[in-house]
């Protein structure tokens, strides 16, 4: 995915913007989300640290609701637990192959 966001990596390899065209923001999603531990539990709270660790543009519940909106996170009922889908979506399938 790095080669789709190459314009918005700093140096360290963190984000440092939320592209406008689709396709981007799901190569964005894709990426935080191979940053995530499979099989954790993460508190809302959580979720937004792993979040901004990756980003410096600092909007984690923006990307937390993308996220969930595009099934690479889930939730509990209550907004409480988030964890990364099992089944990830494939690059394939939003035509990022």
Known sequence: MEKWLKNYLDSSGKL???PSKRKLKIAVMFYIANQLE???TYTEKE???AI?????FNDAALLR???YNYHFINRTEDGKIYT???NQPS???YGLS
């Open 16 to 18: 440092s913007m939320y």
């Open 38 to 40: 499979a099989h954790k």
């Open 47 to 49: 979720m937004n640290e």
């Open 52 to 56: 901004n660790e990756i980003c410096t």
């Open 65 to 67: 609701r993308e996220m």
């Open 84 to 86: 990364l889908e099992e």
């Open 91 to 93: 690059p394939e399938e």
